[in-house]
């Protein structure tokens, strides 16, 4: 039976048993879809796992839902990456919004998801979803449109994405929010990866002071994983969980999703992370999450 090894640091690493069903590449990456017994099928992105069909909602659902379920009326929201197309799907279950734009600099991880994900391809169907095929941030610094809700939906800081964790990059989506919009991105996890995780908060954060953070197991990626969002008003985890009953009174539940998962405090093994590493990541010196590590990240 093939075996799949992703190498998360320089001494551990996953292996997953099963069968690849598609191995290829885009002018930016390569792709490979894998079936695993556990997992489902799960979407590797030049070597590192993005998302398995088994648990993609947990991701989905604290990146995408938690800032949708926090704001008000939500009208609009723009996803920023995505390119695996399941924010889109996590999106098309709010009846509120009116515009859900993709901005997504690969097509061909979209039309391959689309052939390998039937889901995916009936929510693209929505009238409401526009997917634009540009360079992200190169898109907000030329588009002066503002969101009621911004979802950051990358790879982990490493190559071209790296500049999509500057600081320089936050001071862009800021000024592409409504008044009473949210931000929404995934930050690491402080054991594996201390340095990535403090960085990427610091970096959130010397933007973006109003946060809250959620601490999801992801069993596919083999470890624990943070989300957060951030607005310029208060978030209330009360309007969240009314909103829930309210999505759930016209079908539409969230199963793994919980507003209450925002109470939970910080340990102060996290607090010491950050205050001992990291760093606010700049244009002129931006993070690179692998960059010690380039033989364990497919070229």
């Known amino acids: 039976m093939p075996v799949k090894t992703e190498w998360t640091t320089n001494t551990f690493g996953h292996v997953y048993k099963g069968k690849s069903l598609y191995k290829g590449k885009t002018s930016f990456q390569s792709m490979e879809i894998f079936k695993n017994e556990t997992f489902g099928t799960l979407l590797f992105l030049d070597g590192k796992i993005q998302i398995s069909h088994g648990d993609e909602n947990r991701y989905h ?14 009208e609009s929201i723009c996803i920023i990456g995505g390119g695996d197309c ?19 600099i690969d097509k061909g991880v979209v039309d391959f998801c689309r052939k390998n994900y039937q889901v995916i391809e009936k929510s693209l169907k929505d009238k409401r979803v526009e997917i634009t095929y540009e360079d992200a941030r190169q898109w907000l610094e030329n588009h002066g449109e503002q969101f009621d809700v911004l979802i950051i939906d990358l790879t982990e800081p490493h ?18 929010l409504k008044s009473k919009g949210l931000i929404s991105i995934h930050t690491d996890n402080y054991y594996l990866f201390p340095e990535s995780f403090a960085t990427i908060y610091k970096t959130f954060h010397s933007v973006f002071p109003n946060i809250l953070t959620a601490r999801v197991d992801m069993p596919c990626f083999g470890m624990g994983w943070t989300y957060r969002m951030a607005s310029s008003t208060p978030i209330s985890v009360k309007s969240m969980e009314a909103n829930i009953q309210k999505m759930k009174k016209k079908g539409i539940a969230f199963d793994y999703f919980t507003p209450s998962t925002y109470l939970v405090q910080p340990t102060n093994e996290e607090l010491s992370v950050l205050k001992k590493r990291g760093r606010i990541s700049t244009d002129k010196k931006p993070f690179d999450k692998f960059e010690k590590m380039e033989e364990y990240v497919t070229k």
């Not at 399941?86 to 997504?104: C, G, N, P, Q, T």
């Not at 190559?159 to 592409?176: A, I, N």
């Open 159 to 176: 190559g071209p994405s790296k500049m999509l964790y500057t600081q320089e990059f936050y001071k862009v989506c800021k000024t592409r």
């Open 86 to 104: 399941f924010a889109i799907e996590e999106a098309v279950k709010f009846k509120s919004l009116k515009r859900i734009l993709m901005v997504e």
């Open 61 to 74: 659902q604290y990146l995408v839902s938690a800032p949708l379920l926090a704001h008000k009326n939500p």
